[in-house]
């Protein structure tokens, strides 16, 4: 089965920066949905970011636009989250997710993806 394993979660000041990387075994990213989401204590699962190399398109949540950068690094089969300029409302669990599909059209959704990964915790003090 596809197993995501993410890193790069930490404890950082406001205004800094943090790379959350996402690998994957069983199953190359490429030209596959990807995704992250994040969830603070209490509150609902979150879309963050996604990316689909099929159609060369990358979104954004309009709370992290111009802050965080979704990418990959398709020999390596990791996708990267580069968050910068962090803020005390960016706290929360991150989970990457993977789609067995391409692309879809609801790719801010939970149900979109198949595979998610374990999370990592992120922590923005002020």
């Known amino acids: 089965q596809v197993q995501l394993v993410e890193s790069g979660g930490g404890l950082v000041q406001a205004g800094g920066s943090l790379r959350l990387s996402c690998a994957a075994s069983?199953?190359?990213?490429?030209?596959?949905?990807i995704g992250w989401f994040r969830q603070a204590p209490g509150k609902e699962r979150e879309f963050v970011s996604a990316?689909?190399?099929?159609?060369?398109?990358?979104y954004y949540a309009d709370s992290v636009k111009g802050r965080f950068t979704i990418s990959r690094d398709n020999a390596e089969n990791t996708v990267y989250l580069q968050m910068n300029s962090l803020e005390p409302e960016d706290t929360a669990v991150y989970y990457c997710?993977?789609?067995?599909?391409?692309?879809?059209?609801?790719?801010?959704?939970?149900?979109?993806?198949?595979?998610w990964g374990q999370g990592t915790q992120v922590t923005v003090s002020s």
């Open positions: 997710a993977a789609s067995k599909y391409r692309w879809s059209r609801t790719y801010y959704r939970t149900d979109a993806y198949d595979y």
């Open positions: 069983g199953r190359t990213f490429s030209g596959y949905l």
């Open positions: 990316s689909s190399t099929w159609n060369g398109s990358t």
